[in-house]
């Protein structure tokens, strides 16, 4: 019955019980018992809610996130894959850091920038290779080409060089450069973008660095 509760309340979009705090109300072998049933379902959305749930609560959620990040639907794929990078980055497969790698030079319009973001939140220097050749290609969008520049700032360990282009309203580059700042996540780099928030000379750079801090 409980099980049943959990998923109406995924799929309604009426306003009921919240699945995390019915899940949250069973102890650890019934809760990862639901997880594993929705992260085997049919249904996309339960699978991708299963990704998202797991780490919330339960404690060694990294062998279903696992098992998430090599689901066909890129949209389970991806909560899954944030869900390793949050809680155990040294836990991402060679396999898994490959996949992101190779998705940087798809010609979709997202896919590229949300592998670039997660290689970046890795750190992954086996990346390097291929977001250089995203930069450089004159066929993608300028402001995929100034993320990937950015990118690889992270990358490369310019912590100092990105806060610093921050603090200087390097503006055609803001919108990236806050999010990499709030990424590296120390107090100066947070303070830099929170001062962006308020003070850029700007509404546009303001309003992209409250959208990296939110």
Not at 12 to 33: F, H, K, N, Y
Not at 48 to 73: C, E, G, M, R
Not at 94 to 100: P, Q, V
């Amino acid at each position: 019955m409980r099980m049943d509760r959990i998923v109406q309340s995924i799929v309604s979009d009426e306003e009921g019980d919240d699945p995390l705090s019915l899940l949250a109300l069973m102890d650890r072998g019934e809760a990862l018992q639901v997880l594993e049933e929705l992260a085997s379902n049919r249904d996309p959305q339960l699978r991708s809610w299963a990704a998202f749930a797991a780490p919330k609560v339960l404690t060694d959620s990294a062998p279903l996130l696992a098992k998430l990040a090599k689901d066909p639907n890129p949209d389970v794929r991806d909560e899954a894959v944030d869900g390793l990078i949050a809680i155990d980055p040294d836990s991402i497969q060679a396999s898994l850091k490959t996949s992101l790698r190779n998705s940087l030079a798809s010609a979709d319009y997202l896919e590229p920038m949300n592998a670039l973001w997660r290689v970046a939140r890795l750190r992954d220097r086996g990346s390097l290779d291929a977001i250089a050749a995203l930069e450089s290609d004159s066929s993608r969008p300028p402001w995929q080409r100034k993320a990937a520049e950015v990118a690889a700032l992270l990358i490369r360990g310019e912590d100092e060089a990105i806060v610093q282009r921050l603090l200087g309203h390097d503006h055609e580059y803001v919108r990236f450069l806050a999010r990499a700042a709030v990424l590296i996540g120390t107090a100066n780099a947070r303070e830099a973008v929170t001062l962006c928030s308020a003070d850029a000379p700007d509404d546009e750079c303001r309003m992209w660095c409250r959208e990296a801090l939110a």
